[in-house]
């Protein structure tokens, strides 16, 4: 990897790295880059993500109508690599591209509408920094907590069209640990914990 992202810097000026001293995972390597970001947005998809062509572009588009919006989303597609399935995840939230308030947003959970994948945000990086960015105790939850923090505070943009896709698979982390009850339990209650600061 790190050979391919030299030959990239070589290419492209633009591109910079940072190698951590000691590996810090994925949530702490997330955290580093947001803090080490320049930009206005991020994007911030896992190493088995893809994301279509298009995706900036059209986030990028909508965020500049929509400044009050913690970060865009668009419909993910959902690869199941057991079963070779796929469905798309985000169908019912708007037929057009659109901005969604929080009262729209807590409208759309509500109702069980509101399927946002983290593969395919831009996220809004000043927003996410308020947001704390990953906390790290979450584990496996860390970015939808952090993406509805976004969404419940400042609205989201939603563009109706796959523009990514993550893969399921049974042996990730996420998988893994949701099937240890007690593990998951420990980072539900500290999700709940969070939801009860003032901050």
């Known amino acids: ?105 807590v409208e759309l959970a509500r109702q069980g509408r509101l399927l946002i994948f983290a593969s395919t945000m831009l996220w809004r990086r000043d927003a996410l920094l308020k947001a704390g960015k990953y906390h790290v105790p979450l584990r496996w939850h860390c970015d939808w907590f952090a993406m509805f923090a976004l969404a419940f505070r400042h609205g989201l943009c939603f563009i109706p069209e796959v523009m990514g896709e993550f893969r399921l698979d049974p042996s990730s982390v996420s998988n893994r640990g949701k099937s240890k009850l007690e593990v998951q339990l420990e980072v539900l209650r500290y999700a709940l914990d969070l939801l009860d600061r003032p901050e």
Not at 21 to 48: E, S
Not at 71 to 89: E, H, P
């Open 1 to 105: 990897s790190v050979e391919v992202l030299e030959s990239l810097a070589r290419q492209y000026p633009s591109v910079k790295i940072c190698r951590n001293p000691i590996n810090q995972g994925f949530m702490g390597t997330v955290n580093r880059g947001v803090d080490l970001a320049q930009g206005q947005f991020v994007c911030l998809p896992g190493a088995d993500d893809e994301i279509m062509p298009g995706l900036f572009e059209k986030s990028l588009r909508l965020l500049a109508e929509y400044p009050q919006a913690g970060a865009s989303a668009a419909i993910c597609r959902m690869f199941d690599m057991a079963s070779g399935l796929s469905y798309n995840f985000g169908v019912a939230i708007s037929s057009q591209p659109c901005y969604l308030p929080p009262q729209k947003i």
